[in-house]
């Protein structure tokens, strides 16, 4: 599996690490920066940090310590079928809890797409429908110093059902949802392939030269994960600053989307942002990835974080 970016110079060689002792089990990439906030990266849906590397690149030329996580069953971890959104949230929070412990100092947690959600629903909490009726409670992440989505909504809203080609039922989605979870509790493993339930003319719409490797990457995933991000419910206030970013020529999260997100979402400070141009893929191509990279360390100085390459950026 190739690393995100080589050595050099300028880039150290980055620490693997594993954060569950279980077969599949999530993996945290790491490039320290010594004394600077470290940005914690959750990818997009199937994706790992390999096809994130150029942003991950960028973050660091902005004096950011780098992290990326490899989550359940995904990039270098290997690719098993028995997992659900509760297995990638418990991901995000054991590798909060690594770099900690490896005093990386202030975290800033950042994910893109599905990431995003996570992103969102981990910085405000909420609850998980199950088939049985009994939600799981979703608990705010601790030890964060601000959250970031790159293209992000409330699952619970009709905007979810509207992302997926199920988008003409959207107002069918209490009957879908149901129905998806009773299915899910009898083949939790029914491999699904991304284009039954996207669309990817509307998921590459816009892009540019886009960099995506295809090492590491799913071709499917498991009914039970899909029925539980449909079934996911995020509470709309959150103690921590939150800032939502995407592009305006986005066809899959819609600048009106972001915007519904961001007039709902309750938090101490909040902002949203909109590149001009990059598509949903704006992650993988080199200007949008650096300007994305340039906006992250932007809030960061707002915020008094420290960054280690003697950039001082101006709002």
């Not at 660091?60 to 992290?67: D, E, I, L, M, P």
């Not at 996580?69 to 590798?95: E, K, M, N, Q, Y």
């Not at 799981?136 to 509207?162: C, H, I, M, Y």
């Not at 071709?219 to 800032?243: C, I, M, Q």
Request: hydrophobic share 45%; proline share 8%; aromatic share 8%.
């Amino acid at each position: 599996m190739p690393i995100a970016f080589d050595a050099s110079p300028l880039c150290p060689a980055f620490c693997r690490l594993p954060l569950a002792y279980r077969k599949g089990g999530a993996l945290l990439d790491h490039w320290p920066r010594e004394g600077a906030a470290t940005v914690l990266f959750v990818p997009g849906t199937m994706l790992g940090p390999l096809q994130y590397r150029i942003f991950l690149r960028a973050l660091y030329a902005r004096g950011f310590s780098v992290a990326a996580l490899h989550l359940t069953g995904h990039g270098a971890a290997r690719h098993i079928w028995s997992f659900r959104l509760p297995d990638l949230l418990d991901d995000v929070r054991r590798a909060v809890a690594a770099l900690q412990q490896a005093r990386s100092g202030p975290i800033l947690l950042c994910g893109h797409s599905q990431g995003g959600i996570m992103s969102l629903a981990l910085a405000c909490g909420g609850s998980l429908a199950t088939a049985g009726g009994r939600p799981v409670p979703v608990a705010p992440l601790d030890g964060v110093a601000a959250f970031f989505a790159v293209s992000a909504v409330f699952p619970q809203s009709e905007d979810t059902l509207r992302l997926t080609l199920l988008r003409p039922l959207h107002a069918h989605r209490h009957a879908i949802q149901t129905r998806l979870l009773r299915a899910a509790r009898r083949f939790p493993a029914l491999p699904l392939p991304l284009f039954c339930y996207l669309s990817p003319r509307r998921l590459l719409a816009g892009h540019g030269a886009i960099d995506l490797p295809l090492t590491g990457r799913r071709l499917t995933y498991p009914l039970g994960l899909l029925a539980d991000l449909l079934a996911l419910h995020v509470n709309e206030t959150t103690s921590k600053p939150f800032f939502l970013l995407g592009a305006r020529n986005d066809a899959l999260f819609t600048p009106a989307m972001l915007r519904a997100t961001y007039e709902r979402l309750d938090a101490p400070e909040k902002k949203l942002h909109f590149l001009p141009s990059g598509g949903h893929m704006l992650l993988m191509q080199d200007a949008t990835a650096r300007e994305t990279a340039a906006y992250l360390a932007l809030r960061a100085c707002a915020q008094g974080l420290p960054l280690q390459c003697g950039y001082a950026p101006k709002d």
